[in-house]
């Protein structure tokens, strides 16, 4: 990391899977990669409850004594569905909302393995960025290869001219927690020089007019 800059993150926000999967690796990187903010002095953000993957990773963020935040739609905490949370929960209405308040309160994003819900999140921070909204770094953790379709499939896009080059840096990936958060600490966020033009205060009622031919 030397002559490197690094941004100071407080806050990560973690995606995984409810369920453990079928790999015991995915349990112990998750267990892994509590420690490694807990011994980093790194707070999580979460979708709250203890299951499967989210449930490891917050409880070793919170047995390294750090701050664990569940951001949680009340429809999941109804007959104790998704278990206790490890740590402060917010009860949100909408999955849009706690999706909102995740960007909002965390400096950086990390994805475990996990299905379409984790993958849902990890895009829609990607394409947030790509448009501006937000601009902090975005990582998943390549756990025995478990992202390497994913990854090939975003490299695909780039060829194909779906995906700026630009656009592709957004996502971060390596195959230890220490070199994702290092990563994830060294990013720089390099904006399409279009797209930063976007005005996105709650006050805006137009926004300026893109240029059709951008690839979002």
Not at 69 to 77: E, M, N
Not at 141 to 163: C, P
């Amino acid at each position: 990391m030397e002559g490197v800059s690094v941004r100071k993150i407080k806050k990560i926000c973690v995606f995984c899977g409810a369920n453990s999967g079928k790999d015991v690796a995915f349990v112990n990187a998750a267990f892994h990669l509590g420690k490694v903010l807990g011994k980093r002095k790194i707070d999580l953000v979460y979708g709250g409850g203890k299951l499967g993957l989210m449930g490891c990773v917050s409880t070793a963020v919170a047995q390294h004594e750090r701050q664990v935040l569940g951001i949680i739609p009340s429809a999941f905490t109804v007959n104790n569905l998704v278990g206790e949370t490890c740590g402060k929960e917010i009860k949100v209405a909408t999955m849009q909302e706690r999706l909102v308040m995740m960007m909002e309160l965390s400096d950086a994003f990390i994805a475990l393995p996990g299905g379409f819900g984790t993958l849902e999140e990890l895009f829609q921070m990607i394409s947030w960025a790509q448009l501006n909204i937000h601009n902090k770094p975005i990582g998943v953790l390549n756990i025995n290869g478990f992202f390497n379709g994913l990854l090939s499939f975003v490299d695909h896009a780039v060829k194909q001219e779906f995906i700026t080059p630009r656009a592709r840096k957004i996502l971060i990936s390596a195959t230890t927690a220490d070199e994702l958060v290092d990563k994830l600490q060294a990013f720089r966020f390099e904006p399409d020089p279009a797209l930063s033009k976007l005005k996105w205060s709650p006050s805006s009622s137009q926004k300026e007019k893109l240029d059709l031919t951008l690839r979002l």
